[in-house]
């Protein structure tokens, strides 16, 4: 069964522009969440989905936001990118996002705001 | 709010070492607890997980014991391989605000390990 993959790997942008990111999740799987990681923060969520529906949100500001699709694809988008966006964003699927589940990464999507 | 305290490293050890990295975790609720493995420049695998208080967890060599009493979660194994180096992170389930059937992942800051020969 193929893994979670995510579009692009790699990204350049400048500030003020904005970016799309897209994630597959691991056929079957419905729920998808999407996590920052950056050195001084570390790891932190971003937002959940499940059936196209955003059921759980983190800490950040509306500039982040994200869509789930019918065939549980997502995609998050960053708008006005601020140099302090760059980091690597990772997605995560699992089979509904419960408490006893194994969230699957993908290998995360780098990006630079310069 | 839950949250995971984790020993931050830099961890050095030679090749058939012991290692152990410390994890203990705030949470209400019964938390399913992971450890997950970051090698450079890829995304994170899970190596392990204990679903409720007393499970271990195991896989290739690694052990987790879910201890309720203590809150942790320690990550052991008795033999390191150079081929061990990475970056491990322990997690727990959160429902977060939200308080529904859905779950995050709320990780630790991450222990950089480095295995020489």
């Known amino acids: 069964k193929a893994g979670v993959t995510q579009t692009p790997r790699y990204l350049i942008k400048t500030r003020g522009q904005q970016v799309t990111l897209s994630c597959s999740p691991i056929s079957g799987h419905r729920s998808v969440s999407w996590y920052q990681q950056t050195p001084g923060q570390g790891l932190q969520f971003l937002f959940e989905?499940?059936?196209?529906?955003?059921?759980n949100k983190g800490n950040f500001p509306g500039r982040f936001s994200g869509r789930q699709f019918s065939n549980s694809r997502s995609e998050m988008n960053v708008s006005t990118l601020e140099l302090g966006d760059s980091a690597l964003y990772l997605c995560a699927s699992s089979l509904s996002g419960g408490r006893k589940e194994t969230q699957y990464f993908g290998p995360g999507t780098r990006l630079l705001v310069l | 709010g839950n949250s995971v305290t984790q020993m931050e490293g830099p961890v050095t050890l030679s090749e058939e070492a012991f290692l152990t990295i410390n994890c203990t975790y705030t949470a209400t609720g019964y938390p399913s607890l992971f450890w997950y493995v970051q090698y450079p420049g890829e995304g994170l695998q899970l190596l392990l997980k204990a679903t409720k208080a007393d499970d271990k967890g195991s896989n290739k060599g690694f052990e987790a014991t879910y201890r309720k009493e203590t809150t942790s979660f320690h990550l052991e194994k008795g033999s390191v391989q150079v081929s061990d180096s990475a970056v491990y992170f322990c997690?727990?389930?959160?429902?977060?605000?939200?308080?529904?059937?859905?779950?995050?992942?709320?990780f630790g800051k991450g222990t950089l390990l480095t295995v020489n020969p």
């Open positions: 997690a727990l389930s959160d429902p977060g605000d939200s308080g529904g059937s859905n779950y995050k992942l709320t």
């Open positions: 989905y499940f059936s196209e529906t955003q059921r």
